[in-house]
């Protein structure tokens, strides 16, 4: 049921401090997988969503840093199409985790 609330979400940031810029790198860790060096896929719930942007307001510097959070759609009809130049792109594929 969770499943069918989450949208997916593309999440890159420009953030000019390197300390400010590692934060910014854990947080998002917790909510999504990493792409390329500033930039994550995520499949969130709304309120997963509005965490993800709380905890990464309080880690910014506004007048400094740049975040954009792309809302790409429902998370199971996105039909992502990425085109790669260079090295190789691995689509991420959802598996069940036991924890």
Known sequence: MAARNERLY???YDIADQK???RVFRVMEAYGHWLQLSVFQC???ARRRAALAMRLDREIKPAEDHVLILDVGPADEVDLRVES???SFQAIVREARVI
Request: aromatic share 8%; proline share 0%; charged share 35%.
């Open 10 to 12: 593309i999440v890159t």
């Open 85 to 87: 130049l260079g090295k």
């Open 43 to 45: 499949r969130l719930t």
């Open 20 to 22: 400010r810029w590692r």
